[in-house]
């Protein structure tokens, strides 16, 4: 292996813990959202509640994401030695798949469930009906901007190749 290689293998280790420390990041976003909602919800804020459901279930599933992206870049360098010239096809996958997560659409029926798992720990009762708020604006701003950053990044390793 050439200098050129394993400067890129450790390349690809560095992002791919930087992806982990990110879902770890938005695990713990998400139980400080889920613990706003119980408040929220015992305050009698339904609203407010559902803003943070949306966010922690966003949280949720960026974590989600960053994990599978982490899994991948595992993956990408168990085939490194082999695969040298399919690495660009794979990142390009990858900054796909990144790009795609930053729009992410929070779908009603998890944010309904989460709304009702947590008035049920809170022990109270949802059965005043939810009204239909504006959905998935809130939260995916900075969301985003982490996510270009990172697409930058990569599209960086992959010039280096």
Not at 51 to 79: G, P, T, V, W, Y
Not at 104 to 119: C, D, G, I, R, W
Request: aromatic share 4%; with cysteine.
């Amino acid at each position: 292996m050439d200098m050129h290689t394993s400067k890129h293998l450790f390349n690809l280790k560095f992002a791919a813990k930087e992806l982990q420390r990110n879902a770890k990041k938005c695990e713990k976003e998400e139980k400080a959202e889920k613990s706003k909602v119980k408040k929220a919800i015992q305050k009698g804020n339904v609203e407010v509640a559902r803003i943070h459901a949306e966010n922690a279930i966003r949280q949720k599933n960026q974590s989600l994401n960053f994990l599978r992206m982490s899994a991948r870049i595992s993956c990408l360098m168990d085939k490194f030695e082999q695969q040298f010239e399919t690495l660009d096809v794979q990142t390009a996958q990858m900054e796909d798949t990144m790009s795609s997560t930053t729009t992410l659409t929070t779908p009603q029926n998890q944010v309904e469930s989460l709304l009702h798992e947590m008035a049920d720990e809170a022990g109270l009762d949802l059965n005043m009906e939810l009204p239909q708020g504006q959905t998935g604006s809130v939260g995916t701003s900075v969301a985003s901007a982490e996510q270009d950053e990172l697409s930058q990044r990569l599209a960086r390793l992959r010039d280096q190749v």
